[in-house]
């Protein structure tokens, strides 16, 4: 097995050296590297990414492919659970030298503040320890046995599940660690992998396979973790050849050329553009709740920068409370200073500041053509909170700590203006009382979201969560059935037969 890791190396010119990728298959000095740096917090990073060619694209499938068969597909998933808790364990420990490259490098390449990096890699890390890999499990497979063999049916005959040959995902870049959650998924199947990672976060991905490899020399080549430019279409077209399952991250445009380049008989699995918003009851806007909620609102505001398709971008609260929606805002508003120094955002790139400017600006005309809109905080600070007075409809926000408090007379009117934006609701964080909770969760649901959560956990999603609606695990599937019909009838040519 010919492996290249990431690892990063102390230059003399004070800059970190990184290498991306996990390639089984091939050696080091067989690839070509473009080389791509990154600057943040007065520090410098190069990281090497493997430029691979169609035909080393199609070795690795295949060495991919075989180790799955050979030897992923004999492991008892129980044996594959305790290789990731195993894995996880290493890089959650702030000893290991991995982990310790993590907390060196990824600041640098992602941008993000570096605690709010150690926070949010720790709390990411751990939806992947044992006790909640069981948990994906049971909430797929009532019995996670169904991935070792075939296992009785109820109404007769027996059942399996299959995992694809070779399950090949295009990961976004907004929000590091994601990978983890689909790429553990297919492990946990016993599919080959074989991630594509985007430019602007390279090595998480990278990171994980080479530890796993390390903890369990049998998963070592039954992963790989590679990269190109996009609209690098002949490499595009052997990965949807080889694949069995798609699974895409990215906005509409994307999903749809990959679409395009899949052959009829293989499936796509999306997730693209997403929107996401808090509900704030009148329960919630006591002297004292009201800032313990605006605190909550603050922290999925900025963690990740909203980076993340369950980051929040608005926020509907209730009017009638000792709290009103505006002091709301304004606690929020104080909130988010706070945060700024203990999490200073990242540094934006010019489109992403011009996004931010124009969406301020757009605010002010409309305070100035007479609706009642607030734009709170000063004019130069890198957050911003709107408050606008009068219900309206889900406005699009501009992300990196830019959020917009809607007054509403009841939390039954915003649900009802989020329906409009059913194709692309997904969280919704919500304070309210047990009652209210339970009674609003069916609207909500029928506004088209798919996950209700707390304030404060928006960017936090549970072990085994149905992201965008659909099964973690069952969606990667075939189902092998052994009907009752063929049971009878082998027992009719069974040495015994009467």
Not at 66 to 84: C, G, H, Q
Not at 203 to 211: D, K, N, S
Request: glycine content about 8%; charged content about 20%.
């Amino acid at each position: 097995m010919n492996t290249v890791p990431c690892r990063a190396v102390p230059r003399a010119d004070s800059a970190l050296k990184a290498v991306a990728g996990y390639i089984p298959g091939i050696a080091a000095g067989a690839i070509d590297w473009d080389t791509h740096v990154f600057e943040a917090h007065g520090q410098r990073a190069e990281v090497a990414l493997p430029r691979l060619t169609p035909l080393q694209l199609e070795t690795v499938a295949a060495t991919v492919s075989e180790a799955a068969r050979e030897r992923l597909a004999s492991m008892p998933v129980m044996e594959i659970v305790d290789a990731i808790d195993r894995a996880i364990a290493r890089m959650l420990d702030a000893g290991d030298p991995v982990r310790r490259e993590i907390e060196r490098v990824l600041p640098i390449v992602s941008g993000f503040d570096p605690e709010m990096t150690r926070l949010g890699i720790n709390a990411g890390l751990k939806a992947f320890r044992r006790p909640q890999l069981l948990r994906f499990l049971a909430e797929d497979f009532g019995d996670p046995g169904l991935l070792d063999g075939f296992r009785p049916r109820a109404t007769g005959g027996w059942t399996r599940a299959c995992g694809p040959a070779l399950l090949a995902h295009v990961w976004a870049g907004n929000v590091p660690g994601l990978p983890l959650w689909s790429l553990v998924s297919g492990l946990l199947v016993k599919a080959g992998n074989i991630g594509k990672v985007s430019s602007d976060e390279p090595l998480f991905a990278g990171w994980f396979a080479r530890v796993l490899a390390e903890v369990e020399p049998r998963l070592a080549d039954a992963l790989a973790v590679v990269w190109w430019p996009g609209g690098e279409t002949a490499l595009e077209q052997v990965l949807c050849r080889r694949a069995d399952v798609l699974k895409v991250y990215g906005g509409d445009a994307a999903l749809a050329a990959w679409q395009r380049q899949l052959p009829v008989g293989k499936r796509l699995l999306s997730h693209g553009h997403k929107l996401s918003v808090g509900l704030v009851s009148a329960t919630a806007l006591d002297a004292r709740q009201s800032r313990l909620t605006a605190r909550q609102a603050a922290l999925d505001i900025v963690r990740w920068d909203q980076q993340g398709c369950y980051s929040p971008q608005m926020f509907y609260v209730e009017r009638g409370a000792q709290v009103s929606p505006h002091e709301f805002a304004c606690h929020l508003a104080g909130e988010m200073a706070a945060l700024q120094h203990a999490f200073p955002r990242r540094a934006l790139s010019l489109e992403e500041a011009g996004t931010v400017a124009g969406w301020r600006q757009a605010l002010g005309l409309d305070q100035l053509r007479g609706e009642h809109i607030e734009l709170l905080g000063p004019a130069d600070a890198p957050w911003c909170v709107a408050y606008v007075d009068e219900p309206q409809a889900p406005r699009p926000g501009a992300l990196n700590r830019t959020a917009c408090v809607v007054a509403v007379d009841t939390l039954d009117d915003a649900v009802r203006r989020l329906d409009g934006q059913r194709a692309f609701l997904q969280t919704v964080g919500l304070a309210a009382s047990p009652e209210e909770l339970f009674r609003l969760a069916p609207l909500i649901a029928g506004a088209g979201a798919t996950r209700i959560c707390a304030l404060g956990a928006m960017t936090m999603p549970a072990a085994g969560w149905h992201h965008d609606g659909r099964f973690s695990l069952l969606d990667l599937v075939r189902m092998v059935d052994i009907e009752a019909s063929a049971e009878r009838a082998a027992d009719a040519l069974a040495l015994y037969r009467d």
